[in-house]
């Protein structure tokens, strides 16, 4: 099983790397940028529905409590109705996964995860509503597209060549090996988007939790508990895969001052929403069994990873443009 599966990732990998770049320019409807084309709408979905269940088992399943994920994702949906263009229409899922890390992350297609450890860091539910609009951001302005299309040969042959060692030999020396190569040279890949499209994905998410009267200082709050989290969590993946918290929230500041977000801050017509998140998430989730100590992705997960999000984490200099 794990020289087919494995194999037929080598495959995919080589595959998605020889089509960079051969389906031409669309403008995306939240960004007003014209993108280049690596992956279609289509393959979007297909791919982020591909690797979804695994995601969730890998990452210690969905945490127990249909009040918790329900809250998530009837927050999650509210705010993926008032995306761009063609987005409401994606088959948008929120996934509560039952580990202790401290992270969030979404699949192209609008396949979003939060962790029971980052949802147990948050007091309200405008700090909630931040980061699922944040990774809805990441969606809508197919930032994976992006990274993907400034992928380069060698790094998408290298990864597909190493994942193919293993399999190919079926031994469990060289699986060993071509894993390690990609733990130490592709989670820079698979968790680090560019400084401009966590910063983008940032506006986002604070222009979807407005939209539905959630308060925008609810996106500065989440980066005050995260960088209060951080200094006894610094392993934690989202601290490895994000700006300092510092930066954001000065950026974040400048953005509150400024319309439409400065007429929000002072009025009650944008919630924070303290008691409802502590009644169908923080109360909940201190009546649950412990989260599994380890719920980590294994090296076939972290490579199915890597071919979701292939890219360089760094939008400059890929030598590829559309015209605008």
Known sequence: MRRSRAAALAVSLVTLGSSVG???CSTNATTGRSQFNALS??????????LQPQFVQEMGGEVN????????????QLMAAQTEGDNPSLPWSFTVVNTMQVNAFALPGGKVFMTRGLLSEMTNEAQLAAVLGHEIGHVTARHTNDRMVNATAANVLGTAAAIAVGAATDSSVATDV???AFRTGG????????RDQESEADSLGMRYMSRVNYNPVGARQVQEVLKRVSGGKQGSEFFASHPLSETRIQRIN?????????????????RLGEEEFRQNVLIRLAQLPPAPKE?????EAQ?????????????????MACAK
């Open 22 to 24: 051969m389906t031409g």
């Open 41 to 50: 709408r289509s393959d979007e979905i297909s791919l982020g529905a591909q």
């Open 65 to 76: 409590d249909p009040v918790v994920t329900g809250y998530v994702a009837r927050i999650g």
């Open 178 to 180: 071509a894993a390690t």
């Open 187 to 194: 989670n820079l890949v698979v968790l680090k988007y560019s």
């Open 254 to 270: 400048e953005e509150l001052k400024k319309p439409p977000y400065q007429a929000m801050v002072d009025n009650p017509q944008f």
């Open 295 to 299: 719920a980590r992705l294994s090296p």
């Open 303 to 319: 490579a199915e990873l890597a071919l979701a999000h292939a890219g360089c984490g760094n939008n400059h200099g890929s030598g």
